[in-house]
């Protein structure tokens, strides 16, 4: 069997570190995989470019610029949103026409267009889904927040203010519907609460669908020596250090406000403890959010070496991730595998990941007072307990050999 994993980048954002996880751990219990890409990153042999050419760009800018003259030339919202207007046809290259299974991931801004999903549904070849967002069940959000229209027929997008172009969500919702409508199509949800929105939605109506998280190289996130791991990131040794990180700081579905607030919170109710709280900030733009924090914290650029960001998680103490909404986060994977615990709100896959009070702590959703609660259960628990219950739950649940078994699965039903 040869399968085809097909992402916009190779390395670049979660899906793209999701996809890159699946093929290692698809290799190594034997299927044929390769992954096809519009950005290439490495020089990976089983990591295929459809090439650069000039026009790849264009398509990119041209699929903003339709956005953005849509709603009333306005910039908001430009990224939560796509509308699939210009990509390429991969159906044409040999890698393509080789494998038996097409595997689809994060194909948006720029990389293929409805009119190339459409040719790749039609080619006569079995194809899985794999959401990392709503996107393939929506119109064009890939977070719906607390809409939800694409259970019917999205129409009126409150992300997009104007209807210059028309209503851009009612024709890119029709589209996927005319394009799935005569096609057998698998969706695979990360976590079982986006495998449970996506089959409320019209879309996948007479579709299989199944929930199966991302995998993780336990090998490769592990437990490692705190002191050494700090040492190497000339963080203190005598403090009890938080971590966050993201892609975008400012990005308001990643709660950072909600954090900042439990943070002051735990300064005024704890203020002996708040001495000894430290918060290291990992990702773009962690420079200039250090005047909203109220304890020290060690600004960190986004990290890409993943060796680098194992000594990270295993340097500090704790994990909080205040998302509003989210999938299956890789970094709870990741940092539970080196045996950190994590605290995040009741959201998306996060209750999945997270038993609560088992191995870290689950607060009510844009709760601040839960939220610092959390933090200072955590604090207070016994770490060297709490840290094993979470190295467990990733060994029995987001194990290479586990995931790529339940895919395999799927390719062959």
């Not at 899906?15 to 219990?29: C, S």
């Not at 299956?328 to 038993?355: H, R, S, W």
């Not at 870290?360 to 709760?367: E, H, L, P, R, W």
Request: charged letters at 25%.
């Amino acid at each position: 069997m040869r399968v085809l994993i097909v992402n916009t980048s190779e390395r670049v954002g979660g899906a793209a570190i999701a996809a890159n996880r699946l093929m290692e751990a698809l290799k190594k219990n034997g299927v044929k995989v390769k992954m096809l890409v519009r950005d290439k990153q490495t020089d990976h042999l089983t990591v295929l470019s459809i090439g650069h050419h000039w026009m790849q760009p264009l398509k990119f800018i041209w699929e903003r610029l339709c956005i953005f003259i849509a709603n009333n030339f306005s910039r908001k919202n430009l990224f939560q949103v796509d509308i699939a207007n210009a990509g390429t046809d991969i159906t044409k290259l040999s890698e393509f026409q080789r494998a038996d299974v097409i595997h689809l991931h994060w194909v948006n801004q720029g990389f293929l267009s409805l009119a190339d999903i459409d040719k790749v549904m039609h080619a006569g070849k079995p194809v899985v889904i794999t959401m990392h967002d709503q996107w393939y069940f929506t119109g064009i959000c890939h977070y719906s927040g607390n809409c939800q229209k694409y259970k019917e027929l999205c129409e009126s997008c409150e992300l997009m203010s104007g209807k210059l172009l028309g209503d851009l969500a009612k024709k890119v919702f029709l589209q996927k519907e005319k394009i799935y409508s005569d096609t057998r199509l698998t969706f695979v949800g990360c976590s079982q609460w986006m495998a449970n929105l996506a089959k409320t939605s019209k879309l996948t109506i007479g579709h299989k669908v199944v929930s199966i998280p991302n995998a993780i190289n336990t090998e490769l996130f592990r437990p490692q020596d705190k002191r050494l791991a700090r040492e190497a990131f000339h963080l203190p040794v005598d403090k009890y250090l938080l971590l966050f990180g993201c892609q975008r700081i400012t990005d308001k579905r990643k709660g950072f406000s909600f954090l900042v607030e439990a943070l002051q919170l735990i300064k005024q109710q704890s203020p002996d403890r708040a001495l000894n709280i430290e918060l290291v900030v990992v990702g773009g733009e962690a420079e200039h959010i250090r005047h909203q924090v109220p304890f020290d914290i060690f600004p960190i650029s986004y990290v890409r070496d993943p060796q680098k960001m194992v000594q990270l998680y295993n340097a500090v103490d704790l994990y909080v991730t205040p998302s509003l909404q989210d999938n299956l986060p890789n970094t709870i994977m990741e940092a539970m595998a080196c045996g950190t615990p994590c605290v995040g709100f009741k959201v998306g896959g996060i209750p999945e990941m997270i038993d609560h009070k088992e191995n870290g702590y689950v607060a009510t959703c844009q709760d601040a007072k839960d939220f610092a609660a959390g933090i200072q259960w955590a604090l207070d628990a016994d770490h060297g307990a709490l840290s094993q219950r979470a190295r467990d739950k990733v060994m029995s649940t987001y194990s290479e050999e586990a995931v790529a078994r339940k895919y395999m699965e799927v390719y062959e039903g």
